[in-house]
């Protein structure tokens, strides 16, 4: 028995590889509302509805399906204030948060523009994703597998052995999404919103192992 073949075909060499697919998004998620204040609660809830209301009116005049709107936080809040170690109460503070789906992402500044010129006066943020996210990371995860074989080969070359054609084991790592996350402001309202979509970028990793093989 050719002791040095049986010692090394039994060698195993375990390798990570990682991929990553770049893509442009094609919805936008924003989260937008109204927050209202006042002595009284029934008119701080009376206002913030009309405010509301009248948000949601502007966004189904632009196109945006009803079903595509929806209340994410709804929250009633006592206001004081502190003086003198003395604590004063204020009043109370509605707060009424929508998340809007937009699939137009060109739209998306003059949906926010819209949306104040209505009343809304926070905008909590926009996050770009892509409706396909899956097939992305699929091509991501091919790229990762041979990247990891590139470097299993490149390993095995180096100390004069090769690697088996099918590996022993592959094991995915967590995946992970790279959002593209929008911290909007508010502008002058003579001008849209500007509004910079960027890219995604979809990242797998894998964990593999070959068993070495003789070179040649």
Same mark, same amino acid.
């Given at each position: $028995?050719?002791?040095?073949?049986?010692?090394?075909?039994?060698?195993?060499? =375990?390798?990570?590889?990682?991929?990553?697919?770049?893509?442009?998004?094609?919805?936008?998620?924003? =989260?937008?509302?109204?927050? +209202? /204040?006042?002595?009284?609660?029934?008119?701080?809830?009376? =206002?913030?509805?009309?405010?509301?209301?009248?948000?949601?009116?502007?966004?189904?005049?632009?196109?945006?399906?009803?079903?595509?709107?929806?209340?994410?936080?709804?929250?009633?809040?006592?206001?004081?204030?502190?003086?003198?170690?003395?604590?004063?109460?204020? #009043?109370?503070?509605?707060?009424? $948060?929508?998340?809007?789906?937009?699939?137009?992402?060109?739209?998306?500044?003059?949906?926010?523009?819209?949306?104040?010129?209505?009343?809304?006066? +926070?905008?909590?943020?926009?996050?770009?994703?892509?409706?396909?996210?899956?097939?992305?990371?699929?091509?991501?995860?091919?790229?990762?597998?041979?990247?990891? /074989?590139?470097?299993? $080969?490149?390993?095995?070359?180096?100390?004069?052995? #090769?690697?088996?054609?099918?590996?022993?084991?592959?094991?995915?790592?967590?995946?992970?999404?790279?959002?593209?996350?929008?911290?909007?402001?508010?502008?002058?309202? +003579?001008?849209?919103?500007?509004?910079?979509?960027? /890219?995604?970028?979809?990242?797998?990793?894998?964990?593999?192992?070959?068993?070495?093989?003789?070179?040649?």
């Amino acid at each position: $028995m050719n002791t040095s073949y049986t010692q090394r075909a039994a060698c195993k060499i =375990e390798v990570t590889g990682e991929g990553t697919v770049s893509a442009a998004p094609d919805q936008a998620i924003a =989260e937008l509302g109204a927050v +209202t /204040e006042n002595i009284s609660l029934t008119a701080a809830q009376k =206002e913030n509805a009309q405010t509301v209301s009248s948000i949601i009116n502007s966004l189904l005049e632009l196109g945006i399906p009803k079903k595509q709107i929806q209340t994410v936080q709804y929250r009633i809040d006592t206001e004081y204030s502190y003086e003198d170690g003395k604590q004063t109460f204020r #009043g109370y503070k509605v707060t009424h $948060m929508l998340q809007v789906t937009i699939d137009k992402i060109e739209q998306t500044g003059i949906i926010i523009d819209t949306a104040v010129n209505h009343g809304a006066n +926070t905008v909590s943020g926009i996050q770009f994703i892509a409706t396909h996210r899956n097939v992305y990371y699929n091509q991501a995860l091919s790229l990762a597998v041979k990247n990891a /074989e590139s470097k299993a $080969m490149t390993i095995a070359k180096t100390i004069g052995a #090769g690697i088996a054609k099918i590996p022993c084991e592959v094991q995915e790592i967590a995946p992970s999404l790279e959002p593209v996350p929008y911290q909007a402001k508010l502008y002058s309202q +003579t001008a849209a919103t500007p509004v910079q979509p960027g /890219e995604l970028k979809f990242t797998a990793s894998v964990r593999v192992q070959y068993n070495l093989v003789p070179e040649g």
